[in-house]
């Protein structure tokens, strides 16, 4: 079974911060592109962040850039998604999504249909 479970989602004030984990099983994450996405109500899944096979290669959305780092640990087989100066227009579920893709840089504009493997997602609140 290959299995994605994100955690560290929750209620934070505006300009707060939240560390969002993804851990994997059933697989190596040495062979995986990992995304983060996210959903808000009423609005399409975007892509937030992304991160190479050997975690070298890294691309942000533009409306999270300088606010949120993405990071790989592969040897306890987890992603990482530092969120800081969190806004309200974050507030979303954010799920993380795995590609197998060694090697390649991350895209422009990563495509939800190229991703083999999802998690069920985390809420992120922002509210005051």
């Known amino acids: 079974q290959l299995q994605l479970v994100e955690s560290g989602g929750g209620l934070v004030q505006p300009g707060g911060s939240l560390r969002l984990s993804c851990v994997v099983s059933g697989f190596s994450l040495d062979y995986y592109m990992i995304t983060w996405f996210r959903q808000a109500p009423g609005k399409e899944r975007e892509g937030v962040s992304c991160?190479?096979?050997?975690?070298?290669?890294?691309n942000y959305e533009s409306s999270v850039k300088g606010r949120f780092t993405i990071s790989r640990d592969n040897a306890k087989d987890t992603v990482y998604l530092q969120m800081n100066s969190l806004k309200p227009e974050d507030t979303a579920i954010y799920s993380c999504?795995?590609?197998?893709?060694?090697?390649?840089?991350?895209?422009?504009?990563?495509?939800?249909?190229?991703?083999?493997?999802w998690g069920q997602g985390t809420q992120v609140t922002v509210s005051s």
């Open positions: 999504a795995a590609k197998l893709w060694v090697g390649p840089p991350c895209p422009a504009s990563p495509l939800v249909n190229e991703y083999d493997y």
């Open positions: 991160i190479s096979s050997s975690g070298i290669s890294t």
